[in-house]
């Protein structure tokens, strides 16, 4: 009896002990989210005591998240990537618009965020009885078929190459394309075109990434600025954020990329990770996004230091810190 009492005990404290590490490694606080999440939130405020107002950062990068989020007409989240939502990030004045770059299966780079379609469009009823319903299964002239589902006739998928085209006349429209698989260098400049580089930013994990870091041996390469996005995606991150305490790891792949950009999840985002981020003499003047923050309160991811958010509502956003 005694012997499984003390078993008890160790389990339980193991699970204090995971709870504790979990509690300060994990920032619940930030990030948006139901239940258990909000669950989470209340106790991490009442043990962590986050700063909320002080603005340590009272004039962050905003960026429309897939230009601006877009309620779904089926009621399954939001969506964007279209010239509707772009155009909302637009007169938003966000200063720079975040896009999700795919390809179909005849290689041409579309905006879409997800691997599958069925979430966000009408594909099912379009295609009744097909097996695969991944983006990069469609042909062209199958994509031309679908649309978002958004409320009313739903938005039609655009081309890369569309929607530079639109807005490259005007200058103040910036964007950051978050290539959700590989590309070549070719085929994402082809789609750019004559669009300056330094209105563009590439998001992605390592291997999307690579084509596009400095080269010293080809001075004539477009270059482009790049921003390292795979805490989720990239394989093991998540274990080693829970264990790396310094953040060798994403450092280290901040610097093999040469990236300006370190775009972290709310949940991830922690006072640790900027500072030691911000005192890497290798990574000078790298530059800290954030996203999946609570947009009602984005001062609990400014007051910890970072450059700028990743939100839905730029709009909203440039209300908070600007008051316009």
């Known amino acids: 009896m005694k012997k499984v009492r003390n078993l008890c005990c160790l389990l339980v404290g193991i699970?204090?002990?995971?709870?504790?590490?979990?509690?300060?490694r994990f920032n619940f606080s930030a990030g948006g989210g139901g239940f258990p999440i909000s669950v989470l939130s209340v106790i991490q405020d009442w043990t962590w005591q986050h700063p909320i107002a002080n603005k340590k950062n009272g004039s962050p990068i905003?960026?429309?998240?897939?230009?601006?989020?877009i309620e779904l007409k089926?009621?399954?989240?939001?969506a964007g990537n279209t010239m509707r939502s772009i155009r909302k990030a637009v007169a938003s004045k966000?200063?720079?618009?975040?896009?999700?770059v795919r390809k179909s299966a005849d290689g041409t780079l579309y905006l879409f965020h997800d691997v599958g379609v069925l979430r966000v469009t009408n594909a099912a009823q379009v295609f009744p009885g097909r097996d695969d319903w991944s983006f990069g299964s469609f042909s062209d002239q199958e994509i031309k078929r679908m649309r978002i589902d958004y409320p009313g006739n739903g938005s039609w998928i655009p081309t890369l190459a569309q929607v530079l085209g639109k807005f490259s006349p005007n200058e103040g429209v910036k964007f950051i394309l978050d290539l959700k698989e590989e590309v070549t260098a070719d085929e994402l400049n082809g789609a750019i075109g004559d669009l300056d580089p330094s209105r563009v930013i590439l998001f992605g994990k390592q291997s999307c990434l690579d084509p596009?870091?400095?080269?010293?041996?080809?001075?004539?390469?477009?270059?482009?600025?790049?921003?390292y996005t795979a805490l989720w995606s990239e394989l093991g991150n998540k274990f080693q954020f829970l264990v790396d305490y310094k953040y060798r790891f994403l450092?280290?792949?901040?610097?093999?990329?040469?990236?300006?950009?370190?775009?972290?999840p709310s949940m991830f985002l922690n006072q640790s990770l900027i500072e030691n981020v911000r005192n890497d003499k290798d990574l000078p003047g790298i530059k800290i996004l954030v996203y999946g923050i609570d947009e009602d309160q984005p001062y609990k991811v400014t007051?910890?230091?970072?450059d700028g958010v990743i939100v839905d509502d730029p709009k909203n956003a440039r209300r908070k810190y600007y008051g316009k």
Not at 62 to 69: A, E, K, L, Q, W
Not at 74 to 78: M, N, P, Q, S
Not at 251 to 264: G, T
């Open 251 to 264: 450092r280290a792949r901040c610097k093999d990329l040469n990236c300006q950009y370190l775009v972290v």
């Open 303 to 306: 007051d910890m230091g970072v």
């Open 74 to 78: 089926g009621g399954k989240g939001i």
């Open 62 to 69: 905003i960026v429309g998240h897939r230009g601006v989020g």
């Open 94 to 100: 966000a200063d720079w618009i975040e896009i999700d």
């Open 212 to 227: 596009f870091k400095d080269d010293v041996s080809d001075p004539g390469r477009v270059k482009y600025q790049l921003g």
């Open 15 to 24: 699970a204090i002990a995971v709870f504790t590490v979990v509690i300060n």
